[in-house]
């Protein structure tokens, strides 16, 4: 597995913020951790779909400061403004044998910021399961 091609895919599509993308980059039994859920999300969709979200909620504002690579992941560090509040935080992210996203997480501060986050994100959570008819 090439960590540097699978962030590198990873950076084009979150700086194109087209959750199109998104399917393509995740493996079928990948897990997302949100500071903002207190249990993992588990399967593809549900892992595409927090991220569409944190793309909408995020913003054109996200913008990736510094990066750590490992052998098989990455920690990114992250800057944004959610709501009038400036945030920071990290996306790490793990790959599997094949390239595809197996495990995501997010840590956010400060407070004032991951309320914003937790705010903005339900909201378009809510708002995404509505335009989805279910």
Avoid: C
């Avoid at 400036?86 to 400060?110: K, Y």
């Amino acid at each position: 597995m090439d960590t540097t091609a699978a962030l590198a895919r990873w950076h084009a599509v979150a700086e194109a913020g087209d959750p199109a993308g998104l399917p393509d980059l995740v493996a079928a039994d990948a897990v997302f951790r949100s500071p903002a859920v207190h249990t993992p999300q588990e399967g593809r969709d549900k892992v595409v779909a927090y991220l569409a979200a944190a793309f909408a909620v995020l913003g054109p504002g996200l913008a990736y400061r510094r990066e750590w690579l490992g052998e098989d992941s990455a920690v990114l560090e992250f800057t944004t403004e959610v709501g009038g509040k400036q945030v920071q935080g990290v996306d790490m992210i793990t790959w599997d044998a094949t390239g595809l996203i197996s495990d995501f997480t997010v840590m956010v501060r400060p407070l004032q910021g991951l309320h914003a986050v937790i705010e903005a994100m339900g909201a378009e959570l809510q708002r995404m399961l509505e335009a989805s008819g279910r």
